[in-house]
């Protein structure tokens, strides 16, 4: 069964920073496209950055600079970190994971079909 459980989750202040984790099980992770998407109350899922199988990384414009994708050692576990939070960063996080290999610089959700439960974020100024 294909699995995603986000983690790392917290309050901070404006400034701070958080790594999030998203523990992927039930496929073999490397072989796909793997992204982080947010949506803060009232608003749409909008997708913050994703890693390919490759390496290659896409990351939204209001991000860029802030926010680094990653996958871990074990590649099984794609981390995002996340400095110098804004309180507009609110939100919850969610990982997913898309149905091809390549990311295609495509954070739209439509294109992600595997995704975990979210942490939320909540970043205070």
């Known amino acids: 069964q294909v699995q995603l459980v986000e983690s790392g989750g917290g309050s901070v202040q404006a400034g701070g920073t958080l790594t999030l984790s998203c523990a992927a099980s039930?496929?073999?992770?490397?072989?796909?496209?793997m992204g982080w998407f947010r949506q803060a109350p009232g608003q749409q899922r909008e997708g913050v950055a994703a890693?390919?199988?490759?390496?290659?990384?896409t990351y939204a414009e209001s991000v860029k600079g802030r926010f680094t994708i990653s996958r871990g050692n074990a590649k099984n576990t794609p981390y995002l970190q996340m400095n110098n939070l804004k309180p507009e960063d609110t939100a919850i996080y969610y990982c997913?994971?898309?149905?091809?290999?390549?990311?295609?610089?495509?954070?739209?959700?439509?294109?992600?079909?595997?995704w975990g439960q979210g942490t939320q974020v909540t970043v205070s100024s």
């Open positions: 997913a994971r898309r149905w091809s290999s390549g990311c295609w610089a495509d954070l739209r959700p439509s294109q992600y079909n595997v």
């Open positions: 890693i390919a199988s490759g390496g290659g990384t």
């Open positions: 039930g496929y073999v992770f490397g072989a796909y496209c």
